[in-house]
């Protein structure tokens, strides 16, 4: 006898008959008769007409029969909220009984009634559970308070829910200290600046008793709330290591890998010369390796993470390469990562072993891995030099199995061998130049055509292949037509007798029948070069190529930091940091890994976690290449390819929110602009300052653009003024702003409608939007922008007054200001000094307001007048200052309060700015 | 943490759901089938998917998809093993994890997930525990239970919820009291065609049946500690004893439960128990092509290969073929390309061979795949590794228990890499 009984459905309609059913008398008529509605509701059936009859059912002292109505009522009560106000008595009496489970189990399913009306009668119960004498029932109680939060995360401030849940973290039983780490870590992923879990050296050594006690399930909870923390110096980093390191052994992998991201970050503040850090690198590498025999779903999630650890440190792994070698029956998945691992791992010890696999990979039976392969070998090339020649003769290899495929992937590989290793393998064209009819792919197509141009001098029947590939001009894709004309220009002018006729041809294809403004306007350029000026021409076209190298498919060190110290998760997995996809994050924290210090200096700072990980000034790596670079690439590289990097982002939905873990200080270097002051601000409106010049002509071939921000009427502007100075018309202007500290960004496009001719000047205004990609950025209110017209794309950056960012509606209620500036620990505060400043406190207070900076109150105490003031910023940072006035002096003093101190010094300038206004 | 699962299976129907917050849509698994869609095989469906509001994290097994739907950031590491806890414990109570099973106790089935998991976050997933509170379905119970109205749902507070030793419960009594270990080892290697071996590696584990009286504590030794320097234990076992002695000390749970499992890796020299010759041509211009391929015993320490299977995938130009096998039965299934050969036992005097001819498909151009060469076999009362446990020990209980250890050696992953020969470019060198 089988469950599948209640499936059986009777000709009168089953809802009646279960109705029948369950208000029978006999208890265990009543019982198989919720066993059937919870099998129709297990399948997707709607059976919430039963709801009352169901209710009826709760009153019982079957323990099996009460769970049954209470998974119905979970999935149900939503849809009858006033029917599930009957159950609220069981529940609550529940609560109250001796036996625990009992106790446990009402107050798990109160949680999972997602009902407002049940939420207002389940805190005094849960109040009492989370004291319970039994942790099973405090264990289940801490749950049971994020549940409540994700229905109503006010309800749970106020009734001081989370307080009790942080004093759990001290709790005696391991069990309920993880689930309260879990309960708070969910609780602050929606909330973005509470100090929730606050971690100290005393709260960490809980954390690490309870990590040798509790569930893997816990462990896992408990590990990556350790992650989150930054320990004082190298000594406790290392005593927390030696702690963590025996969970690299656990039988579950997701504790293996939790484990793992704690390390790998801690590590980072061990100094390289320790012998513990040369044994922990030892330890690392095992666990890695153990994962990849577990079953190929967790083999794919951890080869994803692997990826992230070699490039961050090769050591570990570098002996290991056999392991990623591609079994036959692998999944695909697993293979393409592996691949990936592999290529990441070659080196000149290990090449020739790499390639043979990789020769045996190209002969597969998978299109996409088999293509991969292929590309694979070309990086090895590019990566090992040593091995450049045997890569290039295995290409040749594969391209003689004529395998259509196979050959379009090698000539694609071959193409980026020669930009790398510039007249080595040439001899190699005439075999290349034999597979010209059998390529149908654009990739492939254009990769030949540039090898064609490239080398023209060397290949007897240049033109005729070109010309060949002209014929069908109109059918090809824009990538191939494009390359197409370039090589026929290069053409032209190693060859210029034969070739006259061909060039015309293909400039009058392109600038003449083409609807591809791309592909015209390259067409003009090289039009025009060519007859006013062959010599430029020629600089320009066959100048020099910048080499390329491995690292471009490296992840850029930023990112690769961030995505170290989330290790394990979504983030990792998908190489995006998190801010970048996950929904329902509201604030994401923005994490970096520490830097190295020495046990000496880090006690020394009052704010040990911010001081020991902003101590070490950290390389920025630039994401704009340089001017320099771009210049030599110019024609032949799409312009979109260039900007790539800066766009890659896009322009998600990512959420505005200043990192709440910022660590680096905030440096000086606003002081310049406010320096060039002295232009006249509006007295009674927002504090503006004068236009200055961003991008001078001389860097931009002739753009100069000056500008300033705004704000009116709660829109951010950005107001330029572009002026032409060189001799041409400029036309298709674009902008696009690199991720910044606010998520700044265009909130549409740069309005430049007509052609801007030489010497003309246009003024634009520009709304911004605060929705952009955030990155932090040094200083604080740095803006990279990238303007792009019909000739280049130039890059400049400059520094924005923060008071733009300041919101409308930011003053505060006079309570709440209190009880804000009281909450904000005093080690936040930071005191600022405004000289020569000739304003009563009146007019002060005025001007600021102008700038959204409301005065909230005033109080004056023996003459000197004291303003306490409110700002919002656009992200939702509250920042809270206190104004001294003495009357006749004319030095000011400010202080500063805020959660997110690091704005303070921008905060401070503005006050600066627009009181000298 | 994880909001939904939805159990899908080959044919690509839901047909069991449950959530554990708010009820997410099954339109969500749209995704999920859009992925299955454009997979080639079943195997290959990418374990997450991310759709516009949520991930979906999937895993493949018993040729049912568990398909986990999340929406903020969870470790997926953590979500798939979870998942495979749900399917371990299915398999623990009902014998089998299929459709029909899960369907046929489908109520208990979600008994078990709402005790498993809270709010998302997981809450009793020891299947000691759980069988305390929900009771595995029996024949005899389910008739108890109708005649005389009880319940299968414990009504007490399992003891090791809490307990220090939440794997064990308390009040383990048996006559007979006995403690059996399996030393259960897979080689897992790649040969290539010359037969030098590129890579190969042991995963191995101890399994354990331990049913004894009391709360015994157990030691367990090596002679060759040495080799287990990449392990994975279960929670039960002291790692600090093992740091320092190389001893495992532990309360074991009751009945079958994995003790340890291990890792040897290609450096520690692994013996390759088994040799394939093999050789498969193709002359150009012709529609036939010659199959011969031997197979012999290498260093399997004096122990026989048993069960040795053989299969491999032929190129798609491959009709059909002609083999005669010195023994055993061989097939190939002309759909999918599958040559499968049953061996047996390989007897060191009489090497097996398999040889013949294939029929290629008329005017066709010669294959490009290589075929490769999977292996199968078993040696008994070995572990290849070479692992042989010293002596187990028991305390804290005064009985003297049965105690066993077996040894076994199987092929996981045994490729050899095939080579075709009279391609196109290999007759021009």
Redesign the interface.
């Known amino acids: ?4 009984k ?2 059986t459905t009777t000709k009168k309609g089953e809802i009646f008959e279960l109705k029948a059913e369950l208000n029978s008398d006999k ?2 008529k009543k ?1 198989e008769a919720v ?1 059937k509605v ?2 129709s509701m ?3 059936k709607d059976v919430s007409a039963l709801f009352p009859d169901v209710v009826n059912c709760m009153q019982t002292d ?4 009460k ?2 109505v209470y ?1 119905y009522l979970m ?1 149900y009560a ?1 849809s009858q909220p006033d029917m599930a106000i009957m159950a609220v008595n069981t529940f609550v009496k529940d609560c109250e009984d001796p ?3 009992i106790r446990a189990l009402a107050v ?1 399913t109160m ?2 009634i ?1 009902v407002d009306k049940i939420t207002e009668y389940l805190c005094e119960p849960l109040r009492k559970c989370l004291k319970d004498e ?3 029932v405090r264990k ?1 109680a801490a ?2 308070v ?2 409540l939060h ?1 229905i109503n995360a006010q309800l749970v401030e106020d009734q001081g829910f989370l307080d009790t849940l942080k004093d759990l973290i001290s709790d005696s ?1 391991p ?1 309920v200290v993880a ?1 309260a780490v ?2 708070l870590s ?1 609780i602050a ?1 929606s909330h973005p600046n509470s100090n929730l879990l606050d971690l100290n050296p005393q709260s960490i050594n809980k954390l690490l008793t309870a990590l040798n ?1 509790c ?3 816990g462990q ?1 909870f408990i590990l ?1 709330c350790l992650a989150n923390y930054t320990p004082r110096d190298d000594r406790e980093s290392q005593s927390i290591c030696e702690r963590v390191t ?1 969970r690299l ?6 504790v ?3 484990a793992v991201k704690v390390l790998m970050k801690f590590m980072e503040m061990l100094p390289k010369d320790l012998d513990y850090y040369g044994t922990l690198l030892k330890k690392l590498a ?2 890695l ?2 994962l990849l ?1 577990a ?4 083999q ?3 080869l994803r993470n692997i990826n992230l650890i070699v490039q961050k440190r090769p050591e570990i792994l570098k ?2 390469m ?2 990623f ?1 591609v ?3 692998d ?3 697993v293979k393409l990562e592996k691949l990936d691992i592999m290529i990441r791992l070659a080196s000149q010890a290990n090449i020739a ?1 790499v390639l ?2 990789l020769k ?1 990979y190209a ?4 299109v996409d891995f088999v293509r991969k392969a292929v590309r694979a070998i070309g990086r090895c090339a590019i990566k090992v030099e040593q091995s450049a020649e045997r890569c290039v003769s295995t290409l040749l ?1 594969l391209i ?4 259509n495929y196979v050959v379009q992937e090698a000539i694609v590989v071959i193409k980026d061998i020669f930009r790398k290793y510039p007249n080595k393998y040439e001899s190699v064209i005439a075999t290349l130049c034999e597979n010209l009819d059998s390529l149908d792919e654009p990739e492939a197509r254009a990769a030949m055509i540039w090898i064609v141009g490239e080398y023209a001098e060397r290949i007897d029947n240049a033109d005729e292949l070109l010309e060949s590939f002209l014929e069908g001009f109109h059918d090809e894709s824009t990538q191939v037509q494009l390359q197409l004309l370039t090589a026929i220009v290069k053409l032209f002018l190693k060859k210029p007798t034969e070739t006259q006729e061909l060039v015309q041809q293909v400039l009058s294809l392109a600038t003449q029948d083409s609807d591809n403004p791309d592909l015209r306007d390259r067409g003009y350029i090289y039009w025009r070069l060519l007859s006013t000026d062959p010599v430029a021409a020629k600089e320009v076209v066959l100048a020099e190529k910048p080499l390329i190298s491995e690292e471009t498919d490296l992840i850029e060190p930023t990112l690769l930091e961030e995505l170290i110290c989330h290790i ?4 990792s ?2 190489h995006k940091p ?1 801010s970048a ?5 509201r604030g994401v924290m923005h994490k970096r890994l520490p830097a190295r210090t020495g046990s000496g200096e880090g006690t020394e700072c009052p704010d040990v976690g911010n001081a020991a990980g902003g101590s070490a000034p950290e390389a920025a790596p630039s994401i704009i290449p340089s001017q320099g670079d771009l210049l030599g690439d110019l024609l032949n590289l799409d312009l979109p390819a260039v900007l790539l990097p800066l766009m890659g982002a896009g322009f998600g939905a990512a959420p505005a929110v200043m990192p709440a873990s910022l660590n680096a200080p905030v440096g000086g270097g606003l002081g310049d602009l406010f320096d060039l002051g002295g232009g006249v601000g509006m007295p009674m409106g927002a504090y503006i300052p004068p236009k200055t010049v961003w991008l001078p002509a001389m860097k931009a071939k002739g753009l100069e653009i000056s500008g300033t921000f705004a704000r009116r009427a709660g829109v951010i502007q950005m107001e330029l003024v572009l002026t032409n100075k060189a001799m041409s018309v400029m036309t298709d202007f674009a902008i696009q702003f690199n991720r910044n500290s606010f998520g700044l960004a265009p909130a549409g496009p740069l309005q430049v409608l007509t052609p801007l001719g030489p010497n003309q000047t246009i003024e634009v205004s520009l709304p911004l939007s605060t929705v952009g990609p955030v990155m932090k950025m040094d200083p604080l209110n740095n803006l990279q922008v990238a303007v792009k017209n019909n000739i280049d794309v130039f890059y400049f950056s400059c520094q924005y007054p923060i008071s733009m960012l300041f919101v409308e509606d930011g003053k505060m209620e006079r309570q709440v200001f209190l009880a804000t500036w009281k909450d904000i620990p005093n080690d936040n505060e930071s005191q600022f000094q405004i000289q020569d400043c000739h304003l009563n406190s009146e007019a002060a207070s005025n001007k600021l307001q102008g700038s959204n900076i409301f005065t909230i109150a005033k109080r004056t105490v023996e003459g000197q007048d004291m303003l306490y003031m409110s700002i919002k910023l656009s992200n939702g940072i509250w920042v809270l200052a206190e104004l001294k006035v003495q009357a006749g002096n004319p030095n000011y003093t400010i202080s500063l309060k805020c959660r997110a101190p690091e704005v303070s010094q921008c905060v401070f300038q503005c006050y600066e700015a627009v009181l000298k206004n | 943490m994880i909001h939904s699962l939805f159990l899908v299976n080959s044919s690509g129907d839901i047909f069991l759901e449950k959530h554990w917050k708010s009820v997410v849509s099954r339109s969500v698994c749209d995704y999920f089938f859009e992925a299955q869609e454009r997979a080639s095989e079943p195997e290959n469906v990418p374990p997450v998917i991310p759709t516009p509001h949520h991930y979906l994290i999937s895993v493949l097994r018993h040729r049912i998809y568990f398909v986990a739907v999340i929406q903020s950031e969870v470790p997926p590491l953590f979500v798939i093993e979870f998942l495979h806890r749900v399917v371990d414990t299915f398999q623990d109570y009902f014998g089998v994890c299929t459709e029909a099973a899960i369907k046929d106790n489908v109520v208990v089935v979600y008994e078990l997930l709402e005790e498993m998991l809270d709010n998302g976050f997981p809450l009793a997933t020891e299947s000691n525990i759980l069988k305390e509170l929900i009771k595995p379905p029996t024949i005899l119970r389910t008739v108890v239970n109708t005649i005389t109205g009880s319940t299968n749902v414990g009504e007490q507070l399992p003891t090791g919820q809490l307990s220090v030793v939440p794997w064990r419960r308390t009040g383990v009594k048996y006559t007979n009291n006995e403690a059996y270990f399996d030393v259960v080892e897979e080689i897992d290697a790649i040969i290539d065609k010359s037969g030098s071996t590129i890579t190969a590696e042991i995963q191995g584990v101890i399994d354990a049946c331990v049913k004894l009286t009391g709360m015994p504590d157990l030691t367990l030794s090596f002679m060759n500690p040495r080799l287990l320097d990449d392990v994975s234990f279960h929670p039960c076992v002291r790692f600090k004893r093992w740091e320092a002695e190389r001893i495992l000390s532990f309360i074991p749970p009751d009945g079958n439960f994995r003790l340890l499992s291990y890792h040897v890796s290609c450096q520690n020299l692994v013996a390759i128990p088994v040799y394939v010759k093999h050789n498969i041509t193709f002359r150009e211009g012709s529609s036939q092509g010659r199959f011969e391929l031997t197979l012999g015993p290498k260093q399997t320490m004096g122990k026989g290969l048993e069960a040795v299977l053989i299969s491999s995938q032929l190129p798609r130009g491959v009709l059909n073929t002609n083999l005669n096998p010195s023994q055993g039965t061989y097939n190939f299934d002309p759909v999918t390309k599958l040559l499968s050969w049953d061996v047996g036992k390989i007897n060191p005097q009489k090497l097996p061979s398999l040889k013949g001819s294939m029929s290629l498909q008329a005017g066709a151009s010669k294959p490009d795949e290589n075929p490769t060469i999977n292996i199968q076999f078993k040696i008994q009362q070995s572990a290849l590794s070479g692992l042989k446990v010293n002596r187990l020990d028991m305390y804290g209980e005064k009985y003297k228990p049965f105690k066993g250890i077996k040894y076994m050696t199987k092929a996981g992953k045994f490729q050899t890499k095939g080579l075709l020969r009279g391609r196109a470019w290999d007759l021009k060198n």
């Not at chain 1, 003689?400 to 395998?403: D, L």
Request: aromatic share 10%; glycine share 4%.
């Open positions: 006898m089988t469950d599948s209640y499936f208890k265990e019982k066993k919870i099998a297990t399948v997707g079957n323990l099996e029969l769970k049954l998974l999935n939503k036996n625990p489970l798990r949680g999972c997602r039994d942790p099973y289940t749950v049971c994020a549940k994700d039983n069990m689930n879990a309960a969910e992923e006690e569930t893997e399930w896992i990556d025996p052994s656990h039988a579950n992998s997701a293996v890998l939790s095992p666990p390796v153990t025999s079953e190929p779903e967790l794919y999630v951890a002996h290991e056999k392991v070698f079994k036959y029956n999944p695909i998945y072993q043979a696999e045996e002969t597969e039976v998978d290899d003689q199995t004529k395998v394990g998760t979504l983030a997995v998908y998190p996809f996950v929904e329902g994050s």
